[in-house]
């Protein structure tokens, strides 16, 4: 029983950084129905930004948690810009352009910030600091469950409620539902088409660099690769819940995110991918939408 | 209040609009009327800035609104009910009303119009939770122009509101369109197929044909003119 716990508390781990990426793929393709590959460098860039923000402050000798929240803003801030940048210099001049030219534009940027950093830091795995403190009081359950899979499961958690409240009662959130159902009519009833999908980029992002910090704090270290491997397995996820939904992308991360660990607990970690994606292929023959995309009928 | 000055209107190398020239005075209601393809949407989306005429001007209480982005036109008091009604499907009513209120920040103001609203369209109100692609065709209409007031527009743009609808229904539409003009004064731009019901709400009208405003006279006139009789009232 203490074995299922671990391998599941690991699997919601996992899970929601999968999410917290996935929803920027989901988000970004709602609006503009685009896949936005290098969203995971995103996410890697985040985690160096972390890692750089967080070495200068334990020289300052800032401790534990304090670095965490400090490199937390810095690694949201740095790769909100970064999407901000992107979308305004790889895919808005591609707005009208057929949709294979954002796509590819989109794997030559992933491609260009992954060389990008690879030159500017190193090819090298970088130690990264364990910013989560151990606990106390999970002491006496430290064999089932570490401090960073808690601190991780539960600020995913709390981002995630943030995010739907923002999209559901926000005027600002209605006004990007309402751009990703009918970007004409938006345009309209006076919403800034350009400025909402701006904003999207930039919550994505920020997602992303808050799953990139976390992460990279729980396994210790990075390279400029990681966002190409976590960027693929949150595609998936947004595939697998249904691309363009967004509880779809927090439900595909979660079960994505078990399916692996228990892959790995119960058959090899040889296995972990093989099931993960096995488990896309059987959901997209099945169910082609995702377990919660909208079907394409509409009423006319 | 708007004047439209001689402006040509492209999609690629295909001219849509040639040298269109039309004018509405505060306070009326004025009609566009013609066939398919004759320009009339296309009109109403320059006017809207959906699309941007390659020459000419448009004129707005006197400022050039041309080469505006179409949240700036709104802000300025134009709002359009496009073809089709394009209500937001998996918005509910209550939210959709919400989005026609996007650019204003008077919170008590919106929820006095949202009520008014909701007073005038009993079914509206019935349906508030539902989502508005699940509304039939009818109550959609009611939506996009509710939608539409919820702006507090100077000028309201309507795109054949009667398509597609019942002609019971139809009939409903065209006494709340009177009534919005009657009620607060807007000045109401009504693109319209079906010329015989828009001539008779309106006060003047204009005739498009490919592209070109071919007459303009007062309703009363087109709907006793011959030529309009036999090519669009089918009289």
Same mark, same amino acid.
């Given at each position: 029983?203490?074995?299922?716990?671990?391998?599941?508390?690991?699997?919601?781990?996992?899970?929601?950084?999968?999410?917290?990426?996935?929803?920027?793929?989901?988000?970004?393709? !709602?609006?503009?129905?685009?896949?936005?590959?290098?969203?995971?460098?995103?996410?890697?860039?985040?985690?160096?930004?972390? $890692?750089?923000?967080?070495?200068?402050?334990?020289?300052?000798?800032?401790?534990?948690?304090?670095?965490?929240?400090?490199?937390?803003?810095?690694?949201?801030?740095?790769?909100?810009?970064? !999407?901000?940048?992107?979308? =305004?210099?790889?895919?808005?001049?591609?707005?009208?352009?057929?949709?294979?030219?954002?796509?590819?534009?989109?794997?030559?940027?992933?491609?260009?910030?992954?060389?990008?950093?690879?030159? &500017?830091?190193?090819?090298?795995?970088?130690?990264?600091?364990?910013?989560?403190?151990?606990?106390?009081?999970?002491?006496?359950?430290?064999?089932?469950?570490?401090?960073?899979?808690?601190?991780?499961?539960?600020?995913?958690?709390?981002?995630?409620?943030?995010?739907?409240?923002?999209? =559901?009662?926000?005027?600002?959130?209605?006004?990007?539902?309402?751009?990703?159902?009918?970007?004409?009519?938006?345009?309209?009833?006076?919403?800034?088409?350009?400025?909402?999908?701006?904003?999207?980029?930039?919550?994505?992002?920020? $997602?992303?660099? $808050?799953?990139?910090?976390?992460?990279?704090?729980?396994?210790?270290?990075?390279?400029?690769?990681?966002?190409?491997? &976590?960027?693929?397995?949150?595609?998936?996820?947004?595939?697998?819940?249904?691309?363009?939904?967004?509880?779809? &992308?927090?439900?595909?991360?979660?079960?994505?995110?078990?399916?692996?660990?228990?892959?790995?607990?119960?058959?090899?970690?040889?296995?972990?991918?093989?099931?993960?994606?096995?488990?896309?292929?059987?959901?997209?023959?099945?169910?082609? &939408?995702?377990?919660?995309?909208?079907?394409?009928?509409?009423?006319? | 209040?708007?004047? +439209? *000055?001689?402006?040509? @209107?492209?999609? #690629? *190398?295909?001219?849509?609009?040639?040298?269109?020239?039309?004018?509405?005075?505060?306070?009326?209601?004025?009609?566009?009327? /013609?066939? *398919?393809?004759? /320009?009339? @949407?296309?009109?109403?989306?320059?006017?809207?800035?959906?699309?941007?005429?390659?020459?000419?001007?448009?004129?707005?209480?006197?400022?050039?609104?041309?080469?505006?982005?179409?949240?700036?036109?709104?802000?300025?008091?134009?709002?359009?009910?496009?073809?089709?009604?394009?209500?937001?499907?998996?918005?509910?009513?209550?939210?959709?009303?919400?989005?026609?209120?996007?650019?204003?920040?008077?919170?008590?103001?919106?929820?006095?119009?949202?009520?008014?609203?909701?007073?005038?369209?009993?079914?509206?109100?019935?349906?508030?939770?539902?989502?508005?692609?699940?509304?039939? /065709?009818?109550?959609?209409?009611?939506?996009?122009?509710?939608?539409?007031?919820?702006?507090?527009?100077?000028?309201?743009?309507?795109?054949?509101?009667?398509? #597609?609808?019942?002609?019971?229904?139809?009939?409903? +539409?065209?006494?709340?369109?009177?009534?919005?003009?009657?009620?607060?004064? @807007?000045?109401?731009?009504?693109?319209?197929?079906?010329?015989?019901?828009?001539?008779?709400?309106?006060?003047?009208?204009?005739?498009?044909?490919?592209?070109?405003? @071919?007459?303009?006279?007062?309703?009363?006139?087109?709907?006793? *003119?011959?030529?309009?009789?036999?090519?669009?009232?089918?009289?």
């Amino acid at each position: 029983m203490d074995y299922f716990l671990q391998l599941f508390l690991s699997g919601l781990t996992k899970g929601s950084i999968y999410a917290l990426i996935a929803l920027g793929y989901t988000m970004v393709y !709602g609006i503009i129905q685009l896949i936005n590959f290098a969203h995971g460098e995103i996410y890697m860039i985040g985690a160096f930004t972390a $890692l750089i923000v967080a070495s200068v402050l334990t020289i300052l000798g800032f401790s534990g948690l304090s670095i965490l929240i400090l490199a937390g803003i810095a690694a949201v801030i740095y790769s909100s810009a970064y !999407g901000y940048t992107m979308e =305004k210099i790889a895919y808005r001049p591609l707005r009208n352009a057929p949709r294979l030219s954002p796509l590819i534009s989109a794997i030559g940027m992933s491609i260009f910030l992954q060389n990008y950093v690879l030159l &500017a830091q190193t090819s090298d795995f970088l130690p990264f600091p364990a910013l989560i403190p151990e606990f106390e009081f999970l002491k006496p359950v430290s064999h089932i469950m570490s401090s960073a899979e808690l601190v991780i499961i539960l600020s995913s958690a709390v981002i995630m409620v943030l995010l739907t409240f923002f999209i =559901k009662f926000t005027r600002m959130g209605k006004a990007m539902r309402a751009t990703a159902q009918d970007k004409k009519m938006a345009r309209l009833v006076g919403i800034d088409v350009d400025k909402v999908i701006s904003l999207t980029f930039i919550v994505g992002s920020s $997602l992303a660099a $808050l799953g990139g910090i976390l992460i990279a704090s729980h396994i210790g270290q990075i390279n400029f690769y990681i966002g190409f491997i &976590a960027g693929i397995k949150a595609f998936t996820a947004a595939v697998l819940g249904g691309i363009g939904s967004i509880p779809g &992308a927090v439900l595909g991360a979660l079960i994505l995110g078990w399916t692996e660990s228990f892959a790995t607990g119960y058959v090899s970690s040889d296995y972990e991918d093989v099931f993960a994606f096995a488990l896309l292929v059987l959901i997209l023959i099945f169910r082609p &939408a995702g377990i919660l995309g909208k079907s394409s009928a509409q009423k006319v | 209040m708007l004047e +439209i *000055n001689n402006i040509s @209107t492209f999609y #690629g *190398n295909i001219q849509a609009l040639h040298d269109v020239s039309l004018k509405i005075n505060e306070g009326e209601i004025i009609t566009l009327i /013609g066939a *398919n393809g004759a /320009g009339k @949407t296309t009109t109403l989306l320059s006017v809207s800035g959906i699309v941007q005429p390659k020459s000419g001007e448009i004129l707005f209480k006197g400022e050039p609104i041309h080469r505006m982005k179409p949240d700036k036109i709104v802000q300025m008091g134009i709002c359009q009910v496009p073809e089709g009604r394009h209500i937001f499907p998996y918005l509910t009513v209550s939210e959709n009303l919400d989005m026609g209120a996007f650019l204003r920040k008077d919170r008590e103001g919106i929820k006095k119009d949202l009520e008014q609203i909701y007073d005038l369209f009993p079914r509206l109100a019935e349906r508030r939770h539902q989502q508005g692609g699940t509304l039939s /065709g009818g109550e959609q209409q009611m939506l996009a122009i509710s939608r539409a007031l919820m702006a507090r527009p100077r000028l309201l743009l309507l795109d054949e509101p009667s398509l #597609g609808l019942a002609p019971l229904i139809v009939q409903q +539409i065209f006494e709340i369109i009177k009534k919005i003009k009657e009620e607060s004064g @807007t000045t109401i731009f009504l693109v319209e197929q079906n010329a015989n019901l828009a001539l008779k709400v309106a006060d003047r009208g204009y005739v498009m044909e490919t592209g070109r405003v @071919t007459m303009e006279d007062k309703a009363s006139s087109l709907l006793s *003119n011959e030529d309009v009789k036999k090519a669009y009232l089918g009289i």
